[in-house]
T-cell receptor, first 115, second 110 residues
């Protein structure tokens, strides 16, 4: 039972490069999320999706793009990487939009450094 | 603007004693609160939750208390164990997503 799988675990990028963080879940959850965690800070929402084909911005979406073509996958694209995007990225999924039922399951995280 | 606040970055407790982690929130529309636990190099894992219609929820050694009038919740761990050493995040549901505090790092010493 894999849960939420994120790849890669670690990546170093040069300023201006682009990359995609992959996220896959095998729990048939409709709701998926991308958060970032900076040192000493809580998790901030980048983008979320309530189902295949539907995405929406969170608190800190600038510099990122997402797509949701299947229920299982929710990749996060970084265009023109900047040092401010150095962070740990967490993907999560949940079964329902109803808050009482939506306990999120998180992946192990992807640590990205932009130099 | 931080809507969920954990004002204590760290807490140290002796094994066997009670750990109390605190959390304040500003949005009175929040209707569901959760605590997540995070070990280094791992993702957060769900610990315990509480609905705004309750004032207490208990699960083994973990109890969460909610004071709606004060917009305050707390997590009690009794008795604390060294394996409880981790970062604890308080979170509240806002729309479709969780709104997190900055976390409190708990160290339980033998």
């Amino acid at each position: 039972n894999a849960g939420v799988t994120q790849t890669p675990k670690f990546r170093i990028l040069k300023i201006g490069q682009s990359m995609t963080l992959q996220c896959a879940q095998d729990m048939n959850h409709n709701y998926m999320y991308w958060y970032r965690q900076d040192p000493g800070m809580g998790l901030k929402l980048i983008y979320y999706s309530v189902g295949a084909g539907i995405t929406d911005k969170g608190e800190v979406p600038n510099g990122y793009n997402v797509s949701r073509s299947t229920t299982e996958d929710f990749p996060l694209r970084l265009e023109l990487a900047a040092p401010s995007q150095t962070s740990v990225y967490f993907c999560a999924s949940g079964p329902s939009g109803h808050s009482g039922a939506n306990v999120l399951t998180f992946g192990a995280g992807s640590r990205l450094t932009v130099l | 603007d931080q809507q969920v606040k954990q004002n204590s970055p760290s807490l140290s407790v002796q094994e066997g004693r009670i750990s109390i982690l605190n959390c304040d929130y500003t949005n009175s529309m929040f209707d569901y609160f959760l605590w997540y636990k995070k070990y280094p190099a791992e993702g957060p894992t769900f610990l315990i939750s509480i609905s705004s219609i309750k004032d207490k929820n208990e699960d083994g050694r973990f109890t969460v208390f909610l004071n709606k009038s004060a917009k305050h919740l707390s997590l009690h761990i009794v008795p604390s164990q060294p394996g409880d050493s981790a970062v604890y995040f308080c979170a509240a549901f806002s729309g479709y997503a969780l709104n997190f505090g900055k976390g409190t790092s708990l160290l339980v010493t033998p």
